[in-house]
């Protein structure tokens, strides 16, 4: 089982940044290496999540969806077991709850379910 921890979301202005966090809990059974992560958010009001991202096991390889190419950036930290969503130029539109999600691999990403996922944090993107 792998358990996943979202961190670092809140409340920023349009064009600024946060960067979030996704980390495999101490009471996991595996390691995050050996998953694809994703990144998928859910609008306030909305039933119907959005895939943001997703990075390889290896972290060489990544996809976004258009919206957000050009200001965000996926990465990972294999030996920290962590993966990071840099957000920059944050408009009002990327306001909802980010969930990471773990995966065997990151293809058709944005159709096929995922394995395990997080509880998500809450980004607001707000004057």
């Known amino acids: 089982q792998l358990q996943l921890v979202e961190s670092g979301g809140g409340l920023v202005q349009p064009g600024g940044s946060l960067r979030l966090s996704c980390a495999a809990s101490a009471a996991s059974t595996v390691t995050l290496d050996q998953y694809a992560i994703g990144w998928i958010r859910q609008a306030p009001g909305e039933g119907v999540s959005e895939g943001v991202s997703?990075?390889?096991?290896?972290?060489?390889?990544?996809d976004y969806v258009d919206v957000v190419k050009g200001r965000f950036t996926i990465s990972r930290d294999n030996a920290k077991n962590i993966v990071y969503l840099q957000m920059n130029s944050l408009k009002p539109e990327d306001t909802g709850l980010y969930s990471c999600?773990?995966?065997?691999?990151?293809?058709?990403?944005?159709?096929?379910?995922?394995?395990?996922w997080g509880q998500g944090t809450q980004v607001t993107v707000s004057s």
């Open positions: 999600a773990a995966r065997r691999s990151c293809s058709m990403w944005l159709t096929l379910p995922y394995e395990f």
């Open positions: 997703c990075i390889s096991s290896s972290g060489g390889a990544a």
